[in-house]
């Protein structure tokens, strides 16, 4: 088998590339995907996210090592694992982040991803349904859907954002990120809008596509220093390998890339002599600079009847999984995260470094089973977090997961930024428009009130927020923790290139599909020497006294 680009891992990125690469007629191209297909029915329904992660037909699940600053626990790192990959199965908030997000990455080398370059790529490949304007695309692959609402509580938190003082927002992907308002989510018509939908969906029928599903690659192959092949083992369990005439892609995103470049022989020297792992390349940067989004949850009773919790009985569940099936209406048309707050933690920090999102109902942390009773929760998530982690091999056997080491909390910066958080959502849901809503405060609860009290909660309930990202980071060669070049190609070797969350140099202000998607955009034009989109000059809001004030 051989074809002209070989692309491993049909995820967010991997779908986009495909699509792009075959669109003129000239490419071949094999997409080797290690999961099924997407046509489960839970795959589509968008309230469907928390079973969707209790699986594992869909689900990589990724058991993390013991975190040593959250008292030893691991955590699970779900990743998707079919035709769309993550955003097949995420909880399809689409959040580009910050316009100094970009520029950061710019300043730290990666010429060509300031903000005014990365934005035409944003508005080409979105699909916005309140429609495009000098920061919002129309017309592309990705439906993008605004919010539409009429519970109370949603309406309250983001008033009584206003009440704190606190700027609003009319789109949050536009001229103003900082501040409260409507979440967007990748949703059309009742159904989650993944990238499979959106890029592979039109092209599956193409000749020059071969999608091959189920399909666990092996390793890399080169000669001397340029790649030439994959091997990968079928669904059958059958060796097989496909060769590159052009380049092999690598988009099995920021676990599985670096987990696959390792496993190949490229990577820090020592770990792959300790695996026993010939060094094709030395490359010290691999599965290093693992950023990450922490989340930690605040539970508050509902003083009035405005929650979902009534609709997760069981006698309501049918009724609204067939409204759903028949109609793709009502409770179960929703991913139920439909308000944001994107805030600065203190004065002195320059763009919002914490996200807070209001969902409707609250679980338990461990089941993810509704509290029996009305309530609502609110998530803190650490956008900017200091600690930084890293993969590993476990074995040089492709069959055995890497270890994932997030070292949450092992920057104390990051401890004080989440008691910051807390605090300023304690604040929150006191102001007039949250108070009739607000009930005692479940957990942390009144009794972890101290600095003390509230680390321990910390350590023992942060989670995750599925971000992870920067593992195969964008740079200059003479970077050494760098692994490609600002056009996703491998440093030192010839037709291997990567594409997808793991080549970003830190993690943006917000989810990381968007931003994902947009970075495939990019670089399938570079791989094809399509000249850049011009760039847009767009000037966006920042708070000018933000030395001295933190709202």
């Not at 999961?35 to 594992?56: C, E, H, Q, R, W």
């Not at 409770?331 to 002195?348: L, M, P």
């Not at 604040?427 to 509230?454: C, H, K, Y």
Request: glycine share 10%.
């Amino acid at each position: 088998m051989q074809a002209d680009y070989v692309i491993i891992g049909a995820g967010s990125a991997g779908c986009v590339v495909a699509n792009k690469l075959i669109v003129d007629g000239k490419n071949s191209v094999v997409l080797l995907e290690a999961g099924p297909d997407n046509k489960a029915l839970s795959l589509k329904m968008p309230a469907a996210v928390l079973s969707n992660l209790k699986s594992t037909k869909h689900n990589w699940a990724f058991q993390g090592e013991p975190e040593p600053y959250l008292n030893g626990r691991s955590l699970q790192h779900d990743r998707g694992k079919t035709l769309g990959g993550s955003s097949s199965i995420n909880g399809m908030l689409f959040i580009r982040g910050h316009a100094m997000d970009f520029d950061g990455w710019r300043q730290a080398g990666c010429e060509g991803w300031g903000y005014e370059d990365v934005l035409p790529y944003f508005k080409r490949m979105e699909n916005y349904d309140a429609g495009g304007d000098a920061f919002r695309g129309s017309g592309g692959p990705l439906n993008v859907q605004r919010a539409s609402f009429d519970n109370p509580l949603l309406k309250a938190f983001i008033t009584a954002g206003g009440e704190a003082g606190y700027p609003l927002s009319d789109d949050l992907c536009g001229y103003r990120q900082e501040g409260f308002g409507v979440l967007d989510s990748t949703v059309h018509k009742g159904e989650r809008w993944s990238a499979a939908r959106a890029y592979l969906d039109p092209v599956r029928n193409n000749e020059n596509l071969q999608i091959v599903t189920k399909a666990l690659v092996q390793k890399m192959h080169f000669e001397g220093k340029t790649a030439k092949s994959v091997s990968f083992l079928d669904q059958f369990g059958q060796s097989k390998s496909v060769a590159a005439n052009k380049e092999i892609i690598l988009c099995a995103g920021a676990v599985g890339t670096p987990h696959l470049l390792m496993l190949s022989g490229i990577g820090p020297r020592k770990h792959l002599d300790q695996h026993g792992i010939n060094i094709i390349a030395e490359l010290s940067g691999v599965g290093q600079n693992l950023n990450e989004h922490p989340d930690f949850v605040l539970k508050y009773k509902c003083k009035e009847p405005v929650t979902l919790w009534p609709k997760t009985r069981i006698w309501n569940r049918a009724l609204i999984g067939m409204e759903w099936f028949f109609k793709k209406t009502g409770v179960c048309a929703s991913n139920h995260f439909e308000v944001v707050a994107c805030i600065r933690s203190d004065k002195g920090v320059e763009y919002p470094d914490l996200q807070l999102t209001l969902s409707p109902i609250a679980v338990d942390d461990q089941t993810w089973a509704p509290l029996q009773e009305h309530a609502f929760q609110i998530h803190i998530g650490l956008m900017r977090a200091q600690s930084r982690g890293r993969i590993e091999l476990r074995s040089s056997n492709p069959a055995d997961p890497p270890k994932i080491f997030v070292n949450y909390l092992d920057n104390p910066q990051d401890r004080d930024t989440f008691l910051k958080g807390i605090e300023l959502v304690r604040e929150l849901v006191r102001q007039p428009s949250m108070a009739p809503f607000t009930g005692d405060e479940i957990f942390p609860g009144n009794g972890a009130q101290d600095a003390d009290s509230l680390d321990a909660c910390l350590r023992d309930h942060i989670a995750t927020q599925w971000h992870l990202s920067c593992t195969a980071r964008m740079g200059a060669a003479t970077d050494k923790g760098a692994v490609v070049d600002n056009e996703g190609r491998v440093h030192g070797i010839s037709k291997l290139r990567i594409v997808d969350a793991s080549v970003m140099p830190m993690v943006t202000n917000g989810n990381t599909n968007s931003p994902t998607i947009m970075i495939a955009e990019k670089i399938s034009d570079q791989i094809l020497g399509i000249p850049t989109l011009p760039r847009i000059e767009a000037e966006v809001w920042k708070n000018s006294k933000f030395e001295v004030e933190q709202r």
